[in-house]
């Protein structure tokens, strides 16, 4: 018992070190950046998702979890975003999406994504959801932009822990795009669900962007996720995806982050998204 007592005790430790260094990275500046840099920052993105590794596995409702969801809180409150919290519970897992909003009027478009991981990975999309929190110019935006981690993703009883029906009986945005499943080797490919304005307006800004190398035009096998629940409720969404190995802690990259972290903040400082809003909520 003794033992076991001090297997947890430095389990512990490194969750609050690892979970420490994130929020100091999410605060902070890389070394040999300037506080005038701005724009995504695959690098720091790809700190921030071995930070994650670095904790361990963050099973849903677990402490490990629940210390995660309150680093987010922390790192979106101090990137200057407006957070809500909305608990909910489901048989005796107590769980929590965080909700980061901007802007005060317009259509909603939401970024989403989980951050709890019955594994080590998991974290190259929380990572770059965090990064792109930092570097997106809210000033710029015309519409609605709320990022969203989703709890209950990875709990051996989804769909019914999942966060995504919890946020929608509340919030039912224009459109959503899911990241799931980010930071390996492997192309991003089209997913056959997905609504198919949305993602052909996405690709065309990567090609734009000259990311035609990691966004290509080839349809990926499709998944049960948070994508599919969004879907399922009548909201236009699209899944940007590599591979179910892409966020192994082992495997992460740079240059997957900073593809997708650059479409994104191109996509919404740009604000692209007016141009099909109408015509997704016409479909």
């Not at 840099?37 to 402490?63: M, N, W």
């Not at 709320?146 to 509340?170: M, R």
């Not at 990259?253 to 400082?269: D, N, R």
Request: charge should be negative.
């Amino acid at each position: 018992m003794q033992r076991q007592g001090f297997s947890q005790i430095a389990t512990l430790a490194v969750l609050v070190v690892a979970l420490g260094y994130l929020a100091w990275l999410g605060w902070g500046l890389l070394p040999g950046q300037s506080a005038s840099q701005v724009g995504f920052d695959g690098e720091r993105a790809l700190l921030l998702a071995r930070a994650q590794c670095e904790a361990g596995p963050r099973p849903a409702g677990s402490a490990a979890d629940w210390a995660l969801g309150d680093t987010i809180a922390e790192v979106l409150t101090q990137a200057g975003w407006k957070i809500a919290v909305q608990d909910y519970a489901v048989d005796n897992l107590q769980l929590r999406n965080i909700v980061a909003m901007a802007g005060n009027s317009g259509p909603l478009l939401v970024i989403a994504t989980h951050y709890d991981s019955s594994r080590g990975g998991g974290a190259g999309e929380t990572a770059l959801l965090l990064e792109l929190a930092r570097s997106l110019d809210i000033k710029k935006l015309d519409h609605r932009v709320w990022l969203l981690f989703l709890d209950g993703e990875t709990a051996p009883n989804w769909p019914e822990t999942s966060g995504a029906p919890n946020f929608i009986a509340v919030r039912h945005p224009a459109a959503v795009i899911y990241l799931n499943q980010l930071g390996g080797g492997e192309p991003i490919r089209q997913v056959a669900d997905a609504n198919k304005l949305l993602q052909r307006h996405l690709w065309s800004d990567a090609r734009r962007l000259h990311s035609e190398d990691w966004f290509v035009d080839e349809l990926g096998q499709s998944e049960n996720d948070a994508m599919t629940v969004f879907v399922q409720a009548g909201i236009p969404a699209v899944k940007l995806t590599q591979s179910s190995a892409a966020d192994a802690c082992d495997t992460l990259q740079e240059a997957p982050l900073q593809a997708v972290g650059t479409l994104l903040e191109s996509y919404l400082e740009n604000n692209h998204f007016l141009s099909i809003a109408t015509s997704l909520a016409g479909e």
